[in-house]
């Protein structure tokens, strides 16, 4: 399972927001590329960055900073925020994105992103959904998760046969360091067998890296506890195995 370093960036600067809320944001640095760079030297090899101006926007907004960042960045970074268009996403990956995370686009318009994806290759792109539960089904959110789309995790995920990557993110544990929906990845994972599954969501401790690992997880993204020094990096690489 690989471990994703979460980078929230808000004018510039490495914040985490709590259920999405941009209302309630923690400023942790104003120096993203030492936190890149941080996260190298702990053994990290991906970073999941996310431009969170842009998500509010709907378009990127902190383009350039991405650019700068990807240049020179020591990890593969896997980019979100704002990526609604064809055009936005071919930016990015020539900017040097090594893949970008398409979340309100793919509910909103399949056919542009399965031409986005087979223009690029599934592997360079990632689909983003994020779930309320909702009579104990996961119904997906769009629009930095101020609408409600109607629709499943499900039924959204299988219109892409030829997806590679699927993030799925439990909005009511963001940033709230509760743990994982550990019965929403088992069931993601088991559903969803073609694509690799991104957990997202309530990690609070190494114990939850190995519950995500042992659930089906191929990937989880850890932002609010690395950031405050509740999981060591180093060590949840290691107890990932990747």
């Known amino acids: 399972?690989?471990?994703?370093?979460?980078?929230?960036?808000?004018?510039?600067?490495?914040?985490?927001?709590?259920?999405?809320?941009?209302?309630?944001?923690?400023?942790?640095?104003?120096?993203p590329a030492d936190a890149l760079a941080r996260f190298a030297d702990a053994g990290a090899s991906?970073?999941?960055?996310?431009?969170l101006d842009g998500a509010k926007a709907g378009r990127p907004v902190q383009h350039d900073l991405?650019?700068?960042?990807?240049?020179?960045?020591?990890v593969k970074l896997q980019?979100?925020?704002?990526?609604?268009?064809?055009?936005?996403?071919?930016?990015?990956?020539?900017?040097g994105a090594s893949r970008v995370v398409i979340g309100s686009l793919a509910v909103r318009d399949p056919n542009a992103v399965r031409a986005?994806?087979?223009?690029?290759?599934?592997?360079?792109?990632?689909?983003?959904?994020?779930?309320?539960?909702?009579g104990g089904m996961p119904m997906v959110a769009t629009a930095g998760w101020t609408?409600?789309?109607?629709r499943t995790l499900y039924d959204i995920a299988s219109e892409y046969a030829d997806g590679r990557h699927l993030l799925v993110t439990d909005i009511s544990r963001d940033g709230m360091m509760l743990g994982p929906n550990l019965p929403l990845v088992r069931e993601a994972a088991g559903r969803v067998?073609?694509?690799?599954?991104?957990?997202?969501?309530?990690?609070?401790?190494?114990a939850d890296i190995v519950a995500l690992a042992q659930a089906g997880a191929g990937g989880v993204v850890i932002g609010k506890a690395l950031w405050?020094?509740?999981i060591d990096l180093a060590e949840a690489i290691s107890l990932a195995g990747a």
Do not use: K, N
């Not at 929230?8 to 120096?31: H, I, K, N, P, W």
């Not at 925020?81 to 900017?95: C, I, K, P, T, Y």
């Not at 609408?147 to 109607?150: I, L």
């Not at 067998?193 to 190494?206: C, D, I, K, N, Y």
């Open 79 to 95: 980019v979100a925020g704002g990526f609604r268009d064809a055009a936005s996403v071919a930016a990015a990956l020539e900017a």
């Open 147 to 150: 609408q409600t789309s109607g």
């Open 116 to 134: 986005i994806i087979a223009d690029h290759g599934g592997d360079r792109v990632v689909l983003a959904l994020d779930v309320h539960i909702v």
């Open 193 to 206: 067998r073609r694509m690799g599954l991104q957990a997202s969501g309530g990690v609070a401790s190494t």
């Open 228 to 230: 405050e020094g509740r």
């Open 46 to 51: 991906w970073v999941h960055m996310v431009d």
């Open 1 to 31: 399972m690989i471990v994703y370093p979460a980078v929230d960036l808000m004018e510039g600067r490495c914040v985490r927001l709590a259920q999405g809320r941009f209302d309630d944001a923690t400023v942790y640095s104003d120096d």
């Open 66 to 74: 991405l650019a700068r960042l990807t240049a020179r960045a020591p």
